[in-house]
C-alpha cells in the first residue's frame, strides 16, 4: 500500500485520517516498524476500494474504540472478509452533552459550555481519565496487548475522528518504544492537517444550519492541542511516578509484554 506521504498517511475514500505507524526514528538508530500497525478514524463509511487497501495490507484485527452509541448512530466498521474486530469502548467524554447543547440552538448556553476556555479544559479532563478512570486505562491495555500479539497484526486501531483515544493509544505504543516526545507530540497534532477540510466543513455547515452562531467555539473539540496529550502523560507520571511506572503498573505489562510489543513495532 502506497503512503501519500513521509508521515505514513494513507489515501481512502472514506476516511480522512489513515496513517501507519511505522517510520518515526528509534533512538540507536532505525525507524518504527512499516506494515505492522495503521491508527485511523471510523472506519464505517470506507468505500469498496478502501476495504481492498486494507485487505492489500493485510489486515487481521480492528480495534474500535468507539462507544455502543456511536456504533450504532455511525455504522459498524466495513472491513476485509476475515478481520477480527475488538470492541473496546472508551468514552471520550460524554458527547451526549455536547449533542444536547449544540442541539439546543441557544447561542448563549452554547457560549456558557463552551466559551472561555471551558471546552479546552474539558478535552484536557477526558484526555487525563484515559489515564486515571480504571476502566478506561483497561481498555487501551486490552489495546497494547493485542499490538504486542504476533498473531493480531497487522492490526488498525481507530475510533471516531481517529485523535483523541486514537492519538492516545499511538503515543502510549511509540513512547513504549522509545519514541521521543517532540516526534510523538508532532504524529499526534498531525491529525489537526488531515481532518481540516472535514472540521471546516462540520462548523460550516453548523452555521449554515443555524444551530450554533458561534460555531468557533467547538474548534477546542475537533482539534488536537498541545495541552492535551501533556495531560494524559502527566496523569501518568502523576499517579504512577513515571511513564515506565504507567506501563508497568498502570497498564499491567510486565517485560514479556513490553519485549514482544517492541518486537512488533520495531
Known amino acids: 500500500m502506497l503512503h501519500e506521504d513521509s508521515h505514513g498517511h494513507l489515501p481512502f475514500d472514506g476516511a480522512d485520517n489513515v496513517r501507519d505507524l511505522g517510520g518515526h526514528p528509534l533512538p540507536g538508530g532505525g525507524t518504527t516498524a ?10 464505517n463509511r470506507l468505500s469498496d ?4 487497501r486494507l485487505a492489500e495490507f493485510g489486515v487481521r484485527t480492528s480495534i474500535d474504540f468507539r462507544t455502543p452509541t456511536e456504533v450504532e448512530t455511525n455504522g459498524r466498521d466495513r472491513l476485509p472478509d ?15 452533552v455536547f449533542y444536547e447543547v449544540i442541539g439546543s440552538g441557544d447561542a448563549e448556553r452554547q457560549r456558557a459550555a463552551f466559551g ?19 476502566t478506561e486505562r483497561g481498555r487501551f491495555a486490552q489495546a497494547v496487548r493485542l499490538v504486542a500479539d504476533a498473531g493480531a497484526v497487522p492490526l488498525v486501531f481507530h475510533c471516531t475522528a481517529g485523535k483523541d483515544r486514537t492519538g492516545w493509544l499511538a503515543a502510549v505504543l511509540l513512547a513504549a518504544v522509545g519514541v521521543d516526545r517532540a516526534t510523538i507530540m508532532a504524529d499526534y497534532l498531525r491529525s489537526n492537517h488531515y481532518l481540516r477540510n472535514a472540521n471546516d466543513k462540520i462548523l460550516s455547515a453548523m452555521a449554515e444550519l443555524g444551530q450554533m452562531r458561534e460555531p468557533e467555539l467547538l474548534r477546542p473539540l475537533l482539534e488536537q492541542r498541545p495541552a492535551y496529550l501533556e495531560a494524559a502523560f502527566d496523569e501518568a507520571d502523576a499517579l504512577f511516578g513515571s511513564f515506565d511506572g504507567f506501563l508497568r503498573d498502570g497498564l499491567g505489562l510486565d517485560d514479556a509484554a513490553l519485549g514482544a510489543l517492541r518486537a512488533n513495532l520495531t
Not at 476475515?82 to 451526549?96: A, D, F, K
Open 34 to 43: 512499516r506494515g505492522r500497525v495503521l491508527r485511523a478514524d471510523a472506519l
Open 49 to 52: 476500494a478502501d476495504v481492498r
Open 82 to 96: 476475515g478481520v477480527r474486530t475488538v470492541h473496546l469502548p472508551v468514552g471520550g467524554g460524554n458527547l451526549g
Open 116 to 134: 472561555d476556555g471551558r471546552l479546552e479544559g474539558l478535552m484536557i479532563d477526558i484526555n487525563r481519565t484515559f489515564v486515571r478512570d480504571e
